[in-house]
């Protein structure tokens, strides 16, 4: 009995050391063609090339000999590289926790010639890579056929071809993911699948009438069938930043709420990963914290207040969180459909107090400027032709704000370039708080408001304002007729 229990004892620790063993990687290394130099285990990171961060070091003996060995548990695999100490020659294999296997190339030969063992995946990619080698030339070859095509029926031809390698790739991933299911190797293949829309004619949903935006909405649709949001591996391979930019920035219609649903929706699949949805997170934000589209600043608002203030970005110490928190309030007072905030301040001609407020008008546009700002001294006057031209017919009043310069500076300058039908204000004693509720950080800063003095546009300039009022124009027609047609 006594036995029985010590060899299973036996048993549970030899299968407890070989789970330990499955940590991390380890990586014998023979390099013909180098020795007595650095070489570096490198990784992407969302990207593709010249984005690659190193994730370990070893040195080549006299024999072209290197190991690499890293328990850590938390290892994440993907596609990696064997980077040499010239910084320009590698190549790429795949990695997994847990890895234990012995690479063998020729440096004259790469990326060709590399040989693995323990690692059939590894022999599958490399199969793949001298796929492409192939595919690659013959690609070179068609584009030289093409520029030396003569007629018609050659240029045809070619095309013909092309579609046909094309074709080929595309039937080599997917019976590769087909055959290997859940590997590496295959969901790379399937996250690098796009989608292909079915020939033919499309109708809607009464049978009579095209679908034109059928080919647009289809590939949307099913522009992410093929990606497993929840293996982190991927995001060690150059594909995912590439995909959610095409996502985001060329199908998806740029209007606040449309890229709110989305970045839900990206965020909730790859919710329960670690770096996809880090990723996921920092790269949404920052599209639209740099974006030039007006509104997105709304979208970086909803991501902070829904996101980073409910303690979904666990990487951030608590300094650069105080600093996304920060910056969606100053912002979100000010969004777009938000009632502009209050600006009372004396007039800086008849010194009396004005409000945005006082009054009535269609639009207003709200102008934070410098009289010594170089962009300033250029765009009011090309804004005061605009609003000659075109504005004031609209029903435009124009209330403006100097955020510094001294009473003279000030007055010389509306005098100078005829803005005196405006409202012209400023803060000399620096008692209001326009600055933070209107985020003026930098001159000149324009908003458009509606009769109701709700926010309709901001960041505006010169070229762009009158475009604006036309389409809020067009829409409130629009709106009112629909109104009209439903009480009728």
């Given amino acids: ?28 290394l023979k390099i013909t063609g180098t020795k007595d130099s650095m070489v570096y285990l490198a990784h992407y990171y969302g990207k593709p090339l010249p984005t690659i961060y190193k994730k370990d070091s070893a040195r080549l003996d006299k024999n072209g000999v290197a190991e690499f060995n890293n328990p850590d548990p938390s290892f994440v695999g993907g596609i990696y ?30 990326p060709e010639g590399v040989k693995f063992k323990n ?31 003569k007629t018609a029926a050659d240029t045809s031809a070619i095309r013909k ?19 290997h ?3 590496l190797l295959a969901n790379i293949f399937n996250a690098l699948e796009m989608p292909q829309v079915p020939e033919g004619e499309h109708l809607l949903a009464d049978g009579k ?135 009372k301040l004396p007039n800086v001609m008849t010194k009396k107090d004005e409000s945005l407020y006082d009054g009535k008008s269609d639009y207003t546009l709200l102008i934070f400027y410098s009289p010594s700002c170089g962009h300033c001294q250029h765009e009011l ?5 605009v ?3 075109v504005l004031k017919k609209k029903g435009v009043k124009i209330f403006t704000v100097a955020t510094e310069g001294e009473e003279k500076a000030i007055t010389d300058f509306i005098t100078k370039n005829k803005l005196g039908e405006w409202t012209n204000t400023w803060d000399h004693e620096h008692v209001g708080d326009w600055r933070g509720k209107y985020d003026v950080y930098s001159t000149p800063t324009i908003y458009l408001l509606d009769e109701k003095k709700i926010i309709r546009g901001k960041r505006l300039d010169h070229t762009n304002i009158a475009g604006l009022v036309d389409m809020l124009e067009k829409k409130a027609k629009k709106d009112k007729a629909g109104t009209t047609k439903t009480k009728s």
């Fill in 1 to 28: 009995m006594k036995r029985i229990l010590f060899i299973v004892m036996l048993f549970l620790i030899g299968m407890s050391l070989q789970a330990i063993g499955r940590d991390g990687y380890h990586i014998r």
């Fill in 81 to 110: 590289m064997m980077l040499m100490s010239d910084r320009k020659t590698y190549f790429e294999f795949l990695a997994n926790n847990g890895d234990d296997m012995t690479i063998t190339a020729d440096l004259s030969k790469l």
């Fill in 119 to 149: 690692s059939a995946e590894n022999e599958h990619f490399q199969e793949y890579v001298d796929f492409l080698q192939d595919y690659s030339q013959r690609q070179q070859q068609m584009k030289k056929d093409y520029g030396e095509a």
């Fill in 161 to 179: 071809r092309a579609a046909a390698s094309s074709k080929e790739l595309n039937n080599y991933r997917r019976e590769y993911a087909k055959s």
């Fill in 181 to 183: 299911p859940g590997t």
């Fill in 209 to 343: 009438t095209k679908d034109s935006a059928f080919a647009y909405n289809y590939y949307k649709d099913h522009f992410w069938d093929g990606f497993n949001f929840q293996d982190d591996r991927l995001i060690h391979a150059p594909v995912y930043d590439a995909k959610i930019t095409e996502y985001m920035n060329k199908l998806v219609l740029p209007w606040p709420d449309s890229v709110e649903k989305e970045s839900d929706m990206l965020l909730r699949k790859t919710r329960g990963t670690k770096d996809l949805f880090k990723y996921t997170l920092w790269w949404l934000t920052r599209n639209v914290e740099d974006s030039k589209i007006m509104g997105m600043d709304e979208v970086f608002v909803y991501l902070v207040e829904n996101y980073y203030m409910k303690g979904d970005a666990v990487w951030l110490s608590n300094d650069e969180l105080t600093k996304y928190m920060d910056r969606a309030q100053k912002i979100a007072p000010n969004v777009i459909g938000n009632l502009a905030p209050a600006v």
């Fill in 381 to 385: 006057p090309a804004l005061d032709s």
């Fill in 387 to 389: 609003y000659n031209a």
